[in-house]
């Protein structure tokens, strides 16, 4: 028998070590490992923590094999560790129904929950009894998932399964956006309960997508169907959020120690390495003690004068736990590795010899490292007086199986019994590396012969969406659509991915569908969502702004590819050439450079070879051992003649397109179909007898019902200017209204009102009522626009959206004649009236939510609603979209001008705090409404008008100009109000243009104390007109 090697006794001595401090503990049947001998509940964090060293033991021992007894202890130990996955794993799928209602509601009721029974895998304590909402629990989880997976370990074992983790990627994906308990599941440190967004989540959030994406569960034996896809821009967008908060942890903690799990093992999650020194500095700085770290300033765990019998602090009582915090050797376990994976050989043996000295010896002399260590209750005046001088004690769980577990890494580490890409297979320790330059391809279309003729006038050599045919060419919303297919399992009850918006990173590839190639165009100019789109100067704005943001952020194998069409609305107002700013951008973009970003223009089919592409594999026909058909249309009647398919040409007619768990199809199952099958040449028919005039008009009468039928299925899907998309000139003319009259009044009729014009002789029934459908009449004799929105505006109030008008036949709902004014409205760009629909219509911005979330990740709270309180509202913490909207709408008291202002403000304050920080260094707290009274005040002595006219010419701005002057007065510059004539309608429009900073000082010129001098003003005669009420009320008492 072969002796054994030194390398062999100390792996076998680190193996008796993980057995009698972990692997001991677990339970035989569920895998699970408890939080200690007294704590008997498995928790997630700390269960994935503690079984990682057992995994590390499992690759030292298969890496160093000096015998087949060690290649068979490799696979005992690496059966632990699967055990243990998939017992979370059974805990998680008993709770799939909080991670469906998660998706949309993101509410801490509705979340996985943190801790389970250890025999049973079931919950232990209500939804409400506990902290569970922790994200980075669940990220962690998902990251040695893949981490493991990529190692070779077989942990998902079915399609089912898989299913299961691409709904999990869903559930912490809007990580950006959720206020969670944090890993120390209290939430802010006053242990109030009280949620909030914490970094360390948004960290791991990020890495684990990082580490999921494209990733097969199944390993090498694996296929498409057992790949999970994440969506860049959220990745992205926790990039964002992340890096704006570090090296604060959260609003209540100014930092905190956890963050190292962030910064560096084990998710590696921030990419700048300059922030990441900024933040390890911070920590070590001033949460270092002489045993560990403290998690944070302020930290009344476990220490003398915490009242064990209460959960929660007083805001004031935090002071009494200044100094005393009880210090942590976890955080210097993480030291050792973060040393290991920099190559700091110093680092790591300065922290190694610290851990040695504070750790306590065990049964038969084995080293453990313990939970924390206090300040003794006699000896706190002490520790007040003169900090980190009083020897502690330690308290808590001896050991700390999750620090137990990363010493144990660090010691495989440090001694060479594996290498630091043995533990991190899939090289997140390489996010820090600069990135490459990159060139973002621009491929300009037209949406009509027309304009591409106007385009080539000015030396733009593009085509239209026809000429680009084989690739089909479709709204970001149809990506949507095909997104929330991914993941569906009806056995399961997993409804996929919530539909929502798609981002320009994900818009930027090219798709493979069915065979068929897609690309998709930016998500920013669709106009049907909300208004903002439908004025150029801001879709040229968006434009620059993602462009620049791929540049910055682009991280994917191939270039990115932006589809930028050219419509009717980016033409003057005679449609006779293009609108001045987009014309210049489109200048810009054939330069080489745009918004800091390195540009090719081309054509469509000259990228393909140098660009991204992503396989959606779960959109291939599921065959069934069905043949793909496609139909033939016969020369002498309708009858249709079934022609087997083969090979690509199935995508040319596919009939049999389904998804998986959805046999009878959908309404995006038939509008891609029928897509794929209008779009492609008719294949030659099947008999040679000659095509006579019936057959002609029937094929042509075919083809007329298909593309109407197709017409009516995209407008289900909620695609707008649909003949963009749709290869068929039969709806290129733009046809008259069916139910409203065209106005045929420019003067000021045009001219938005705010309120129900008192004009409207509001017709009333033999009750004395109004009569209603009177009022109905006489929208069909009213040409004025303006007077068509107060008519609908009082059927709006007083009947619903829903109501049907029957202008004109049954099935004319009020929602119907909105939709077809805020078309028109929108031609001529009557802002004012735009807001007023876009208001009955109940539009939003699709990204309020994340808009909302940059703001308070910068530390900025937010307000909404106009002042006093109860009726403005304060937002602290990041709040789901539904729950969102419905406090502005809250808020703003059904008041239009505070509604839609509102929106459109939050939008502009991000994007404005993500360009220039700079402006709200001076300002905590961000007031929309006082805000909104302020640009109406600018407005009035600008104009010389009322309070009234000036809301009103607020309301007309276009959303550029509302733009310009919001960033005019954040910044102090001087600026003019122009009123100007429009030459479509003979409306009057206001301008705002800059006048220039000559003689200001800088703090003038950085706006702020402009600003803050305004809103106190306002505030000053609010409360004085408060003041002057009560002293009259108590007079006339």
Same mark, same amino acid.
């Given at each position: 028998m072969r002796s054994r090697s030194n390398s062999g006794v100390k792996l076998d001595n680190y193996a008796r070590l993980v057995q009698q401090t972990i692997l001991c503990h677990q339970d035989p049947v569920t895998g699970l490992l408890p939080a200690s001998e007294e704590q008997r509940d498995a928790w997630v964090r700390d269960n994935v923590y503690s079984i990682v060293s057992v995994w590390a033991l499992g690759l030292a021992y298969r890496k160093n094999a000096d015998r087949d007894e060690d290649k068979a202890k490799a696979y005992e130990l690496e059966q632990s560790v699967v055990k243990l996955m998939r017992g979370l794993l059974q805990c998680m799928m008993r709770q799939l129904d909080k991670v469906e209602k998660f998706k949309y509601s993101q509410s801490p009721m509705d979340s996985l929950h943190a801790k389970y029974n250890l025999h049973t895998c079931a919950t232990v304590v209500g939804d409400d009894q506990w902290g569970h909402l922790q994200v980075d629990a669940t990220s962690l989880y998902l990251l040695y998932l893949a981490q493991m997976t990529a190692s070779g370990l077989h942990i998902i074992y079915t399609r089912d399964e898989v299913d299961i983790i691409q709904n999990l990627i869903f559930y912490i994906e809007a990580a950006y956006k959720v206020a969670d308990y944090g890993m120390w599941e209290r939430g802010d440190k006053t242990n109030q309960g009280i949620p909030e967004l914490n970094a360390s989540s948004v960290g791991l959030a990020k890495a684990a997508l990082e580490a999921l994406d494209e990733l097969d569960l199944f390993g090498a034996n694996g296929g498409p169907g057992s790949v999970v896809h994440v969506l860049p821009d959220e990745v992205q967008h926790c990039q964002s959020i992340l890096h704006s908060m570090l090296p604060r942890a959260s609003t209540s903690k100014e930092v905190d120690a956890g963050l190292l799990s962030v910064i560096s093992y084990p998710a590696f999650a921030v990419e700048d390495i300059q922030l990441v020194n900024i933040t390890k500095e911070e920590i070590i700085s001033k949460l270092q003690g002489r045993y560990g770290c403290c998690r944070f300033l302020r930290d009344g765990h476990k220490t003398p004068k915490e009242d064990p019998h209460r959960l929660y602090y007083e805001p004031a009582e935090l002071k009494l736990f200044e100094n005393i915090e009880c210090e942590w050797p976890l955080f210097w376990t993480y030291l050792i590795l973060d040393g290991i994976f920099i190559n700091s050989p110093e680092q790591v043996q300065e922290y190694r010899e610290a851990l040695e000295g504070i750790m306590i010896k065990g049964k038969n002399g084995v080293r453990l490292v313990p939970e924390l260590y206090s300040v003794p209750p006699d000896r706190v005046e002490e520790e007040y007086s003169n900090p980190h001088t009083v020897d502690r004690i330690p308290m808590g769980k001896l050991p700390l199986m999750w620090g137990q577990s990363l010493y144990i890494i660090g010691n495989l580490l440090a001694e060479g019994f594996l290498a630091p890409g043995e533990i991190d297979p899939l090289s997140r320790r390489f996010s820090t590396i600069p990135k490459p330059d990159v060139v973002v391809q621009v491929s300009i279309l037209a949406e009509t012969e027309e304009i591409k003729a106007i385009l080539q006038k000015h030396g733009f050599n593009?085509?239209?969406?026809?000429?680009?045919?084989?690739?089909?060419?479709?709204?970001?919303?149809?990506?949507?659509?095909?997104?929330?297919?991914?993941?569906?399992?009806?056995?399961?009850?997993?409804?996929?991915?919530?539909?929502?918006?798609?981002?320009?990173?994900?818009?930027?590839?090219?798709?493979?569908? +069915?065979?068929?190639?897609?690309?998709?165009?930016?998500?920013?100019?669709?106009?049907?969502?909300?208004?903002?789109?439908?004025?150029?100067?801001?879709?040229?704005?968006?434009?620059?702004?993602?462009?620049?943001?791929?540049?910055?952020?682009?991280?994917?194998?191939?270039?990115?590819?932006?589809?930028?069409?050219?419509?009717?609305?980016?033409?003057?107002?005679?449609?006779?050439? =293009?609108?001045?700013?987009?014309?210049?951008?489109?200048?810009?973009?054939?330069?080489?450079?745009?918004?800091?970003?390195?540009?090719?223009?081309?054509?469509?089919?000259?990228?393909?070879?140098?660009? +991204?592409?992503?396989?959606?594999?779960?959109?291939?026909?599921?065959?069934?051992?069905?043949?793909?058909?496609?139909?033939?249309?016969?020369?002498?009647?309708?009858?249709?003649?079934?022609?087997?398919?083969?090979?690509?040409?199935?995508?040319?007619?596919?009939?049999?397109?389904?998804?998986?768990?959805?046999?009878?199809?959908?309404? =995006?199952?038939?509008?891609?179909?029928?897509?794929?099958?209008?779009?492609?040449?008719?294949?030659?028919?099947?008999?040679?007898?000659?095509?006579?005039?019936?057959?002609?008009?029937?094929?042509?009468?075919?083809?007329?019902?298909?593309?109407?039928?197709?017409?009516?299925?995209?407008?289900?899907?909620?695609?707008?200017?649909?003949? *963009?998309?749709?290869?068929?000139?039969?709806?290129?003319?733009?046809?008259?209204?069916?139910?409203?009259?065209?106005?045929?009044?420019?003067?000021?009729?045009?001219?938005?009102?705010?309120?129900?014009?008192?004009?409207?002789? =509001?017709?009333?029934?033999?009750?004395?009522?109004?009569?209603?459908?009177?009022?109905?009449?006489?929208?069909?004799?009213?040409?004025?626009?303006?007077?068509?929105?107060?008519?609908?505006?009082?059927?709006?109030?007083?009947?619903?959206?829903?109501?049907?008008?029957? =202008?004109?036949?049954?099935?004319?709902?009020?929602?119907?004649?909105?939709?077809?004014?805020?078309?028109?409205?929108?031609?001529?760009?009557?802002?004012?009236?735009?807001?007023?629909?876009?208001? *009955?219509?109940?539009?939003?911005?699709?990204?309020l939510d994340e808009a909302c979330s940059d703001l308070l990740a910068h530390q900025k709270h937010l307000t909404v609603g106009l002042p006093p309180e109860p009726r403005e509202k304060t937002i602290a913490a990041p709040l789901p979209p539904d729950e969102l909207t419905k406090l502005i709408d809250e808020a703003s008291d059904n008041n239009i001008t505070i509604a839609m202002l509102t929106q459109e403000i939050m939008m502009y304050l991000a994007m404005n705090i993500k360009s220039q920080p700079s402006l709200f260094s001076e300002m905590f707290r961000l007031r929309i409404g006082l805000i909104i009274q302020v640009m109406a005040t600018e407005l009035a002595q600008s104009l010389n008008c009322s309070g009234e006219e000036a809301t009103e010419s607020l309301m007309s701005l276009s959303p550029s100009e509302l733009k310009n002057l919001l960033h005019h007065i954040l910044s102090g510059k001087e600026f003019g109000v122009e009123r100007s004539v429009r030459s479509v309608d003979a409306s009057q429009a206001i301008s705002i243009r800059e006048v220039g900073n000559v003689g200001a000082t800088k703090s003038e010129r950085a706006g702020i104390s402009k600003l803050k001098s305004d809103m106190k003003q306002m505030e000053e005669r609010r409360l004085s007109l408060s003041m002057s009420r009560k002293v009259i009320g108590l007079r006339m008492g």
């Open positions: 593009v085509e239209t969406v026809a000429d680009v045919y084989p690739i089909r060419v479709q709204p970001a919303r149809i990506l949507s659509h095909i997104y929330a297919r991914l993941g569906r399992n009806r056995r399961l009850g997993l409804t996929g991915r919530p539909c929502r918006r798609m981002g320009v990173l994900g818009t930027s590839k090219f798709y493979i569908i +069915c065979n068929s190639i897609f690309t998709f165009t930016p998500q920013f100019i669709d106009q049907q969502q909300f208004y903002l789109a439908l004025d150029n100067r801001i879709i040229v704005e968006m434009l620059r702004t993602d462009l620049s943001y791929l540049c910055s952020r682009w991280r994917m194998t191939g270039r990115p590819t932006v589809t930028f069409p050219i419509s009717q609305t980016m033409l003057t107002e005679n449609q006779l050439d =293009l609108d001045p700013p987009v014309l210049a951008t489109l200048r810009k973009l054939q330069d080489g450079y745009y918004g800091g970003a390195r540009i090719q223009t081309g054509k469509l089919s000259e990228f393909l070879t140098t660009s +991204c592409f992503a396989h959606l594999s779960f959109m291939d026909p599921k065959q069934h051992g069905k043949q793909f058909h496609s139909s033939v249309y016969s020369d002498d009647d309708e009858d249709v003649i079934v022609r087997p398919s083969t090979g690509l040409c199935s995508a040319e007619g596919l009939h049999a397109f389904h998804f998986a768990d959805d046999e009878e199809g959908d309404d =995006l199952t038939a509008y891609l179909d029928q897509l794929l099958e209008s779009g492609a040449p008719r294949p030659s028919p099947v008999t040679d007898k000659p095509r006579g005039g019936l057959g002609l008009f029937r094929s042509a009468a075919h083809q007329t019902l298909d593309m109407v039928s197709l017409m009516k299925k995209a407008k289900g899907l909620n695609v707008q200017n649909v003949q *963009m998309y749709i290869p068929s000139k039969l709806f290129r003319a733009r046809h008259p209204s069916l139910h409203l009259l065209e106005s045929t009044l420019p003067q000021d009729c045009q001219a938005p009102r705010m309120a129900v014009s008192s004009e409207i002789d =509001l017709p009333k029934d033999s009750s004395g009522q109004t009569d209603y459908r009177a009022l109905v009449e006489q929208l069909k004799t009213c040409p004025c626009f303006q007077d068509q929105a107060d008519i609908l505006y009082i059927l709006f109030k007083n009947k619903g959206l829903d109501w049907d008008t029957e =202008l004109h036949g049954v099935g004319t709902t009020v929602k119907d004649l909105l939709t077809e004014l805020y078309n028109k409205v929108g031609a001529i760009r009557q802002w004012g009236l735009i807001r007023m629909i876009s208001f *009955m219509l109940k539009k939003k911005v699709e990204a």
